[in-house]
């Protein structure tokens, strides 16, 4: 059943072995954790449950992402997170980049060339471009360099137009250049006070310049879950849940891939919304999780 609330945790908690996680608007907002997410998590390992965290936000490798989960206090493995910085690099890997002998550049933060570093791919761009200026001068221009094979976008504090024009040239004139986003996020959560432009705001930037639309490698595509999926040996998805409090990124990633799906409206959905009393925001249209939550503390009800 669509848009049911969640009154009677044993509805879903019995029926479900693998628990998937958002982190941003799901287990805290900026730097602080949500009320209830220890105990939630505390009890679900408790009951058998397998645990996963699954993030778009890119500015992290999993082991950045380890060390807030620790700084906030939960006890969560690394092989437990899968953030999308993660997931470019993984399809990079799959799809065997690194024998093609070309360079990443990167428009977005520490988390990629991290976990780029991991599988051994070369880059350029990313934080080292942050205070690079184009030459706009009579005759000026930005030099790029003919070894880039891919462009990988994700959300970037110090976009500037150095790197989209860096980007554009990769995308535009070197053959074969493929664009790679890590996700479409419009809006995400840097401090609990209120909503700030997310990881879209750049791929768009980049999209509108070049006219060309990216290869998605985080949520709501599928890479992630048939990686988790195929690592672990999951055969049976309907006994997945994906937890998220986005419609278009979690519960679209969910509904498509085959899992069950819980929103939490403690993120960037409103109950309003859900229940279609005011407008959808643009694609979101159509796509209802089959439980909601206030909060993750309502799974820790008495049935």
């Known amino acids: ?21 958002d982190c941003d608007g799901v287990l805290w907002r900026g730097d602080f954790l949500i009320p209830g997410v220890p105990k939630v998590l505390d009890k679900l390992r408790a009951d058998g449950k397998t645990l996963f965290f699954v993030t778009n936000n890119s500015t992290k490798s999993r082991a950045g992402y380890k060390s807030k989960f620790t700084s906030l206090g939960l006890d969560v493995q690394p092989e437990e997170i ?52 184009a030459d706009m001068g009579s005759g000026g221009k930005v030099d790029v360099d003919h070894d880039v094979g891919a462009v990988v976008v994700g959300f970037d504090r110090h976009i500037n137009y150095y790197k ?18 890590t996700n479409l996020d419009r809006v995400t959560h840097l401090t609990h006070a209120q909503e700030w432009a997310g990881g879209g705001t750049m791929v768009a930037a980049v999209s509108g310049c070049t006219g ?33 409090d986005r419609l278009d990124t979690d519960i ?21 919304e859900l229940m279609d009393r005011v407008p959808r925001k643009k694609g979101t249209e159509g796509i209802q999780p089959e439980f909601y939550v206030d909060t993750l503390q309502d799974f820790l009800s008495a049935s």
């Open 252 to 272: 679209a990633f969910g509904r498509n891939n085959g899992l069950k799906t819980c929103l939490t409206l403690s993120g960037v959905t409103s109950e309003d």
């Open 212 to 244: 060309r639309e990216p290869t998605l490698v985080g949520k709501p595509a599928p890479l992630m879950i048939d990686y988790i999926a195929q690592k672990y040996g999951i055969s049976d998805r309907s006994r997945i849940c994906m937890v998220g």
């Open 82 to 133: 899968f953030s999308s910085s993660f997931a470019a690099a993984a399809y990079l890997e799959q799809t065997k980049f690194k024998d093609t002998g070309k360079k990443v550049y990167i428009i977005g933060e520490k988390g990629i060339s991290e976990e780029l570093d991991l599988v051994g791919i070369p880059w350029l761009g990313g934080e080292g471009d942050a205070g690079k200026q």
């Open 164 to 181: 989209l024009q860096y980007a554009q040239l990769c995308l535009n004139e070197l053959p074969g250049c493929e664009f790679i986003a």
């Open 1 to 21: 059943m669509a848009r049911e609330k969640l009154k009677e945790p044993g509805k879903l908690l019995d029926g479900i072995d693998i628990f998937i996680f």
